[in-house]
């Protein structure tokens, strides 16, 4: 534990900052709660034209959930970290970052659980207590129960770590191609996709669907989003965890490895 | 001691062809360019010296130090510092020394100078008293707490490069890396740092190794240069030996009323090129260089006022910076060839 706690500062840090730049943040919540709100209209639509009450095994009313549960959860998992390493291999700072007796990976997700946490408070929380009285009073599903939450909260901490595990490796590229904005770009579209943050995964063919349990990415949003809505129970939600799990230490595994490739062929740029 | 071992370093980067044409072309086709950065380098530094390494851009310097921290693997040869290979055990490596890349800043950009002091204090692990006094110093040698709370982002350069070098010394490293630390600086910023350096060196037996451009840094600071030139060592010694070596000829300018009446050569009896003077009509000065080792300044005087009226007269002594320039250009001419 005493060797976890030299990154306790990256992560103080990291809030610190964002809290320097509100601006951009107030800006970046109005610009996904909208996304958010669009994606409930458009939804709204097709279930209002749609012959059938279910669709892909959601009901209008846990669509909705769905929806704001995607958002709630993509704000506290959804932290890109290979932005931070692209900018670290283009400009070369990532030598300042390797005279320090410390872990490059480690440092990095000790900066995305800052975000993370600041992310949780500002905006999620609000949504979320937001949602679930729209839940109560609204829709009339009465709250989520506490099992659920808990649960929902210990598969978001695993999609939080699956997807910044997931992400360093991608960052790694850069050190390659030593330029990667395009590449971020494509991952950003693909995960949307693949997460089932656009649209639920149960929507998929099965085929398709079978493909998918074995990425990592229906791990990273789908699963807890599918968690807190009780889609899984006994056996099955005890599978969606440990594969969430064995997701953890592949990718942790993997990073390592690629890691100690790159540091034998490092070039650091200018000067 | 630091131990370099016949290290070389070799970059391959893909071949890059000009022009839209070529870039196309370099899509489909791969050829690799391979550049021998450093070849085969090796030298030993003991506890507590100061080391000058100097180079023209693009020698290698800056390759050699991010070898010896740990950022890169040589391809070959071995490194150890203080015993610990910095390649295998960086982490360890880095927790023992403190590395300054002028040109970088290894501070957090948007938060206070103070806030960077805090994180590096839980990084390194330095406890509370040790940080007190610690800062105490530092702040008495590098006048940090005049800007101690303002973010590193306002700082001017001469500010954030004290303030980079208290950040490189916060954790007492038995090993300086300073890669031009000097650069950009007003004189009176470069005599501070110097000061700060050699009073770190003086008081806590800290090994330092800077690479520079100025060569008023090694004047003031270095017992020892090492001058590497296309990624080979070409010099190791004192800079009063390479002044000794290299610098054979001095230079003595005299304010004159006339032009020499002869050449001052035959008056001395040695053959032309070990005495050259040059005559400038608009300024009525003479410029004499000559082979220190066949004449000296009292012979050059004397001769000089049997050919002329002298009004004034200044000794100057061969710089470093024209010696190292030689250097350069010579070693240059010869890798070429």
Same mark, same amino acid.
Request: proline letters at 4%; charged letters at 20%; hydrophobic letters at 45%.
């Given at each position: 534990m005493?060797?976890?706690?030299?990154?306790?500062?990256?992560?103080?840090?990291?809030?610190?900052?964002?809290?320097?730049?509100?601006?951009?943040?107030?800006?970046?919540?109005?610009?996904?709660?909208?996304?958010?709100?669009v994606s409930?209209?458009?939804?709204?639509?097709?279930?209002?034209?749609?012959?059938?009450?279910?669709?892909?095994?959601?009901?209008?009313?846990?669509?909705?959930?769905?929806?704001?549960?995607?958002?709630?959860?993509?704000?506290?998992?959804?932290?890109?970290?290979?932005d931070?390493?692209?900018?670290?291999?283009?400009?070369?700072?990532?030598?300042?970052?390797?005279i320090?007796?410390?872990d490059?990976?480690?440092?990095?997700?000790?900066?995305?659980?800052?975000?993370?946490?600041?992310?949780?408070?500002?905006?999620?929380?609000?949504?979320?207590?937001?949602?679930e009285?729209?839940?109560?009073?609204?829709?009339?599903?009465?709250?989520?129960?506490?099992?659920?939450i808990?649960?929902?909260l210990?598969?978001?901490l695993?999609?939080?770590?699956?997807?910044?595990?997931?992400?360093?490796?991608?960052?790694?590229?850069?050190?390659?191609?030593?330029?990667?904005?395009?590449?971020?770009?494509?991952?950003e579209?693909?995960?949307?996709?693949l997460?089932?943050?656009?649209?639920p995964?149960?929507?998929?063919?099965?085929?398709?669907q079978r493909?998918?349990?074995?990425?990592p990415?229906?791990s990273?949003?789908?699963?807890?989003?599918?968690?807190?809505?009780?889609k899984?129970?006994?056996?099955e939600?005890?599978?969606?965890?440990?594969r969430?799990l064995i997701?953890?230490?592949?990718?942790?595994?993997?990073?390592?490895?690629?890691w100690?490739r790159?540091t034998?062929?490092?070039?650091?740029?200018g000067? | 001691?630091i131990?370099?071992?016949?290290?070389?370093?070799?970059?391959?980067?893909?071949?890059?062809?000009?022009?839209?044409?070529?870039?196309?072309?370099?899509?489909?086709?791969?050829?690799?360019?391979?550049?021998?950065?450093?070849?085969?380098?090796?030298?030993?530094?003991?506890?507590?010296e100061?080391?000058?390494?100097?180079?023209?851009?693009?020698?290698?310097k800056?390759?050699?130090i991010?070898?010896m921290t740990?950022?890169?693997r040589?391809?070959s040869?071995?490194i150890?510092?203080?015993?610990?290979?910095?390649?295998?055990?960086?982490?360890?490596?880095?927790?023992k020394?403190?590395?300054?890349?002028?040109?970088?800043?290894?501070?957090?950009?948007?938060?206070?100078?103070?806030?960077s002091?805090?994180i590096?204090?839980?990084?390194y692990?330095?406890p509370?008293?040790?940080?007190e006094?610690?800062?105490?110093?530092?702040?008495?040698?590098?006048g940090?707490?005049?800007?101690?709370?303002?973010?590193?982002?306002?700082?001017?350069?001469?500010?954030?490069? $004290? *303030?980079?070098?208290?950040?490189? =010394?916060?954790?007492?490293?038995?090993? %300086?890396?300073l890669d &031009? +630390?000097?650069?950009?600086?007003?004189?009176?910023?470069?005599?501070?740092i110097?000061?700060a350096?050699?009073r770190?060196?003086?008081e806590?037996?800290?090994?330092?190794?800077l690479t520079?451009?100025?060569?008023?840094?090694?004047?003031?600071?270095?017992?020892?240069?090492?001058i590497?030139?296309?990624?080979r060592?070409i010099?190791?010694?004192?800079?009063e030996?390479l002044?000794?070596?290299?610098?054979?000829?001095?230079?003595v $300018? *005299?304010?004159?009323?006339?032009? =020499?009446?002869?050449?001052l050569?035959? %008056?001395?009896?040695? &053959? +032309?090129?070990?005495?050259?003077?040059?005559?400038?009509?608009q300024?009525k000065?003479?410029e004499i260089?000559?082979?220190?080792?066949?004449l000296?300044v009292?012979?050059?005087?004397?001769?000089?006022?049997?050919?002329?009226?002298?009004?004034?007269?200044?000794?100057?002594?061969?710089?470093l910076?024209e010696?190292v320039?030689?250097?350069?250009?010579h070693g240059?001419?010869?890798?070429?060839?």
């Amino acid at each position: 534990m005493k060797g976890l706690r030299i990154y306790l500062p990256f992560t103080v840090n990291e809030i610190k900052r964002q809290m320097s730049y509100k601006g951009a943040f107030y800006l970046f919540i109005l610009i996904s709660t909208f996304g958010s709100f669009v994606s409930y209209f458009l939804w709204s639509a097709i279930y209002g034209s749609s012959p059938q009450a279910v669709l892909g095994g959601l009901s209008r009313s846990e669509m909705t959930v769905y929806i704001f549960m995607v958002y709630v959860t993509s704000a506290i998992v959804n932290i890109s970290i290979s932005d931070w390493v692209s900018e670290d291999v283009v400009k070369g700072t990532v030598a300042m970052q390797l005279i320090k007796p410390m872990d490059y990976r480690l440092s990095l997700i000790a900066r995305a659980t800052g975000v993370m946490a600041y992310q949780f408070v500002l905006p999620s929380v609000f949504i979320w207590i937001g949602l679930e009285v729209y839940k109560y009073f609204v829709l009339g599903l009465g709250f989520t129960a506490l099992a659920n939450i808990g649960l929902y909260l210990l598969s978001s901490l695993m999609s939080f770590l699956i997807f910044v595990l997931f992400d360093f490796c991608v960052g790694m590229i850069a050190f390659f191609t030593n330029y990667i904005f395009g590449l971020l770009m494509v991952k950003e579209a693909l995960l949307s996709f693949l997460t089932g943050q656009l649209i639920p995964l149960s929507f998929f063919p099965a085929a398709v669907q079978r493909i998918f349990d074995f990425l990592p990415f229906s791990s990273m949003i789908y699963t807890p989003v599918m968690i807190y809505l009780g889609k899984y129970r006994g056996g099955e939600l005890a599978w969606v965890l440990l594969r969430q799990l064995i997701w953890v230490l592949l990718l942790y595994g993997l990073g390592s490895l690629i890691w100690r490739r790159v540091t034998k062929r490092l070039v650091v740029l200018g000067g | 001691m630091i131990e370099v071992k016949h290290i070389r370093k070799e970059f391959v980067t893909p071949k890059k062809y000009p022009g839209l044409k070529g870039a196309i072309k370099g899509l489909f086709r791969r050829e690799k360019v391979r550049k021998v950065a450093v070849d085969d380098i090796s030298f030993t530094i003991e506890d507590g010296e100061i080391v000058g390494y100097i180079g023209s851009n693009g020698a290698g310097k800056s390759t050699t130090i991010k070898m010896m921290t740990g950022i890169l693997r040589p391809t070959s040869g071995e490194i150890l510092v203080n015993g610990i290979d910095p390649a295998k055990n960086r982490k360890e490596n880095a927790a023992k020394i403190g590395v300054v890349f002028g040109q970088r800043t290894q501070l957090w950009w948007d938060l206070p100078l103070s806030e960077s002091f805090t994180i590096l204090r839980e990084i390194y692990d330095v406890p509370r008293e040790d940080y007190e006094s610690r800062m105490a110093f530092l702040n008495e040698v590098l006048g940090l707490q005049e800007f101690f709370d303002s973010p590193v982002r306002t700082l001017s350069l001469g500010q954030r490069m $004290r *303030a980079d070098l208290g950040a490189a =010394l916060l954790h007492n490293p038995k090993v %300086l890396y300073l890669d &031009e +630390p000097t650069i950009g600086l007003d004189i009176v910023v470069k005599d501070n740092i110097r000061k700060a350096i050699r009073r770190i060196n003086r008081e806590h037996n800290t090994t330092v190794i800077l690479t520079t451009h100025d060569m008023g840094d090694i004047e003031e600071l270095c017992s020892r240069i090492i001058i590497i030139d296309e990624g080979r060592k070409i010099y190791d010694g004192t800079p009063e030996h390479l002044r000794d070596t290299y610098g054979s000829h001095r230079m003595v $300018r *005299a304010e004159v009323s006339r032009p =020499l009446s002869g050449d001052l050569w035959a %008056l001395l009896q040695v &053959e +032309p090129q070990a005495c050259i003077a040059d005559y400038d009509p608009q300024r009525k000065l003479v410029e004499i260089r000559f082979d220190k080792n066949r004449l000296h300044v009292p012979q050059i005087l004397h001769g000089l006022m049997q050919l002329t009226e002298v009004s004034d007269v200044h000794i100057i002594e061969t710089d470093l910076a024209e010696i190292v320039k030689q250097i350069y250009t010579h070693g240059a001419s010869e890798g070429r060839a």
